[in-house]
């Protein structure tokens, strides 16, 4: 439970990406800490990210007081098999290791009839890697809403990260009404869609979307993640005001 804006008790973690003020992901952590639970690390291109160093991931933020998850690239190879993805994802851990990452968020195939077995591929090889299957979240993306995949990915142990901005811009409402859903979101993406795919501050949220946060408030399993996914200072600071107010007048406990 975190101590949230306006020293109201907020029930899960929060979370900010390692990307909300210019600078490299130690920056970021510095200007972060203290402010969120903890980082979403920013994996967003396979090969540039697998040749991270030391100077990328110092071992000093370890003793930020921050915890941290990872976000997968953006860019996984699925159409070369979901081992092939298990190996990136795990090689992607490695880098990580010494900031013990809680979770790793990662974009599922895009949809179609090899979609199962890819995903039932990657459950296989994490398994084997040492990646506990619960610590994997399958985010809703446009490619692939995850409608009629959340059997699978719960009979593999996995989990889901829901993102509100894509639920809203792709049309994906039906997710949300998916069976095995209680109890399989275990991280909330915040963010208003924008154009072209930009994440916006909450402040831009209809009403419409502003029903949807609750709902998927609601979704969350207890002790869950909600990272702010804006990547913008102003914006950033003002979706957690917006959702501090928010969760003040739902009496979110």
């Known amino acids: ?98 900031l013990n990452p809680l979770a790793h968020v990662v974009h599922p195939p895009q ?32 490619e692939n809403s995850l409608i009629g995949l959340t059997g699978l990915i719960a009979d593999n142990g996995m989990k889901i990260c829901l993102d509100l901005g894509h639920i809203l811009a792709y049309a994906q409402d039906d997710l949300l009404r998916e ?12 963010n208003a869609p924008g154009k072209n795919g930009k994440h916006l501050g909450l402040e831009h949220l209809d009403s419409n979307g502003l029903e949807s946060l609750g709902i998927l408030l609601d979704l969350l399993s207890a002790g869950g993640t909600v990272t702010v996914e804006v990547f ?3 914006s950033f600071f003002n979706s957690l005001q917006l959702l501090s107010d928010y969760c003040t007048s739902r009496n979110v406990k």
């Not at 979609?115 to 610590?135: L, N, Q, V």
């Not at 069976?179 to 915040?190: A, Q």
Request: hydrophobic share 45%; aromatic share 8%; with cysteine.
């Open 1 to 98: 439970m975190s101590i949230f804006l306006n020293n109201i008790e907020f029930p899960f973690q929060l979370a900010a990406p390692s990307w909300v003020i210019p600078g490299t992901v130690a920056e970021n952590c510095r200007f972060l800490a203290g402010k969120v639970d903890e980082i979403a690390l920013l994996f967003f291109e396979t090969e540039p990210c697998l040749g991270y160093t030391d100077a990328d991931l110092p071992h000093e933020l370890a003793e930020s007081g921050l915890s941290f998850h990872i976000h997968h690239p953006l860019d996984l190879p699925w159409d070369e098999g979901g081992a092939r993805v298990a190996e990136i994802v795990l090689g992607l851990s490695e880098k990580a290791a010494h």
């Open 111 to 142: 949809a179609g009839p090899q979609a199962a077995r890819r995903i039932r591929e990657f459950a296989a090889g994490i398994s084997e890697g040492g990646i506990k299957p619960g610590s994997v979240l399958f985010e809703n993306i446009k």
């Open 179 to 190: 069976p095995e859903m209680s109890g399989l979101v275990s991280m909330l993406h915040l």
């Open 232 to 234: 913008e200072e102003e």
